[in-house]
């Protein structure tokens, strides 16, 4: 186990108590809060006088297709509140299924020299799933590498009522062992673009992901979709070995040295040319004249990135898994695990354009060389772009701008309002991770670090009904049925940008400033109740803060991380426990998984945690 300082970002110390129980400030309510702690009744969200009111009396014979996009089918569209309310597809008898082997192999996705990757089905990305908006989705994993326990994630999805098919090793699962097969199954009631990744240390790094595809209806209207458009950094060297060099330099004096290694590579969809011209660009062959939906995902460790077409503006018409009010914008900054589906016309003169890829600076991301891809009209004459950027690329790290919900939300007030006043948000530095007993919860980013243990998860805690839950655990436990607030403040140097990603909830976004300090007496004024942006991955900025707010409507126990991959392996997360008298009995395979990963784990595995587990 590494005990090390991650200066400036999050590690204080590694300090384990098996028999530790939560503390008192760690209970946001219930039977073990703090004295006197009252519960502030969750209200129901609000929808907006304002809401637009496009559908929902169409609703009754809405269909889908080019020409009515907002529309689903069988009284679904895109102005259904989907957190209430889903199509029921299927069942898990015919569950949309797909097979996934894992294996341990070698791969060159740009033309540089092989180096080691974890690929799914051979492949690097992953194969794309594909399913409809309601459908139970039902996934077999098999873990074919020999030296790895490995487990999957499906970033973004609610997983309501599904705790235990979040594939988080270490919280809601143990890892699967070399050899072993397991079954994920769950209802997608949400719909949009999103991935899947192990959660496992840094394995993600090494290849293994892919895209997942929930058809639904959409904001704005669109002829073709042509799917999943993944963009990441890639590193020549093996994930693990990135993450050492990334953690050596953390311990350095404050200044150039202490910057995490630098890509060698951005991947357009798991293709891109190397600096000596090696590899191959990747090309979309489109039509002139025709309407385009693309879905951009960033699945990186590392790099925020900017992305943009020669001579095509962008429709943005959803972030992460929300349908929002179309905009329109010449780039798009995506941080890691951030999501937006785009929409574009071909409307230039039959040729070929760039897509571009750039690592974005402003949120100190560096990658050598950028990403370029081709758009290609039907047509055009065969050969490399010579188009320009459409404009000057924007140069800050600050989410992007205006993301409306389409489905209107007031986030209750009272309650923060009434409440920030108590809270001691300028002991971040000193206080790690804190409540004031009822509904905030104040994150400041210097702290004692979450620490997993793939033997014995949470999940395996709550189904012995054991509440001696380690310190590392890093846990908050939080009562079902409230609104809660966390304020996240970054305090430490160097100061740079975080993208926080929560599981089980999507989250609202109150307010975010950059090198600033939450003051609560001037601060409050400046936060947005009234239809905030809602999403599962928003940028902590440079210096500054980041308030969410979601209710506490999905028991489990569910993970909050900064994505960089770096930050998470050594232990930039939190945990909460929702509703721990109401989370669901596990899968019925869970004790089996964990039997089969202790018999590996305790015999002479090759690889031994030293990280954070996550």
């Keep these: 186990m590494r005990a090390q300082q991650l200066l400036g970002i999050c590690l204080v110390s590694f300090q384990v108590s098996l028999a530790a129980h939560i503390p008192p400030d760690h209970v946001l309510w219930g039977p073990k809060g703090p004295p006197g702690a009252t519960l502030i009744p969750r209200a129901s969200p609000t929808p907006s006088t304002s809401t637009p009111a496009l559908l929902e009396e169409r609703d009754p014979v809405c269909t889908n297709s080019p020409d009515s996009r907002d529309c689903w089918f069988d009284g679904f ?89 979040d594939g988080v090793d270490g919280i809601t699962e143990c890892p699967l062992a070399p050899g072993k097969s397991k079954t994920y199954t769950f209802r997608l009631t949400q719909h949009g673009t999103t991935w899947y990744h192990s959660h496992l240390s840094a394995q993600y790094g090494d290849g293994l992901l892919g895209a997942l595809v929930i058809n639904g209806p959409t904001t704005s209207d669109y002829d073709v979709d042509l799917g999943s458009y993944t963009v990441t950094d890639w590193f020549y060297q093996s994930a693990f070995v990135e993450s050492i060099a990334a953690l050596n330099n953390l311990q350095q004096p404050v200044g150039p040295a202490q910057a995490p290694p630098v890509g060698d590579n951005i991947l357009i969809n798991g293709t891109n040319k190397n600096a000596n011209g090696g590899g191959a660009y990747g090309k979309v062959s489109i039509v002139k004249g025709k309407k385009y939906l693309l879905r951009l995902i960033n699945t990186s460790m590392d790099a925020m990135i900017r992305v943009s077409l020669d001579g095509h503006r962008f429709t943005v018409v959803a972030s992460d898994l929300v349908p929002i009010t179309p905009y329109t914008t010449d780039w798009v900054l995506l941080g890691i695990g951030q999501r937006y589906n785009v929409i574009f016309t071909a ?75 108590s809270l001691e948000v300028e002991q971040f530095n000193q206080t790690g991770v804190v409540t004031n007993g009822k509904n905030i919860v104040s994150w400041g980013i210097n702290f004692t670090a979450i620490d997993v243990d793939w033997e014995d998860p949470t999940y395996s805690y709550v189904i012995n009904h054991n509440t001696s839950y380690p310190s590392t655990a890093n846990l908050i436990q939080i009562e079902e ?59 902590l900025p440079s210096g500054g803060y980041l308030v969410i707010a979601f209710p506490t409507d999905n028991p489990g126990a569910w993970l909050m991380h900064c994505h960089i991959a770096f930050h998470i392996s050594e232990g930039l997360g939190v945990q909460f426990l929702e509703g721990v008298n109401s989370i669901p009995a596990p899968p019925a395979d869970y004790n089996n998984v964990c039997a089969d990963w202790k018999s590996y784990y305790d015999g002479n595995p090759a690889y031994k945690k030293d990280d954070s587990g996550l």
């Design 77 to 165: 569209s895109v102005a259904t509140d989907f957190d209430k309310k889903w199509p029921t597809t299927n069942n898990t008898n015919n569950a949309v299924h797909y097979d996934l082997e894992i294996t341990n192999t070698t791969c060159s996705p740009d033309g540089h020299s092989a180096r080691t990757c974890l690929l799914v089905n051979g492949q690097y990305p992953g194969p794309t799933i594909q399913a409809n908006w309601g459908d139970t989705l039902s996934v077999t994993v098999t873990n074919s590498m020999q030296d790895n326990g490995t487990g999957i994630h499906w970033h973004g999805l609610r997983q309501l009522g599904t705790v235990g098919m």
């Design 347 to 421: 409307n230039q003169t039959v040729d070929n354009y760039w897509f571009r890829a750039k690592a974005e600076t402003a949120c100190r991301s560096n990658v050598a060389q950028p990403g370029l891809s081709i758009f290609s009209y039907e047509g055009a004459v065969a050969g490399d772009p010579t188009s320009s950027e459409l404009s000057p690329r924007p140069a800050n790290c600050l989410d992007e701008s205006p993301l409306k919900p389409f489905f209107q939300t007031v986030v209750p007030s009272d309650t923060f309002n009434a409440q920030v006043k």
């Design 481 to 539: 049925s409230i609104w809660t607030f966390w304020i996240i403040q970054e305090t430490t140097q160097p100061a740079i940008p975080h993208p926080i990603h929560l599981h089980g909830h999507d989250f609202f976004v109150l307010g975010a400033q950059e090198n600033a300090i939450f003051d609560r007496a001037t601060s409050v004024t400046t936060l947005n109740f009234n239809n905030p942006p809602r999403r599962d991955v928003a940028m």
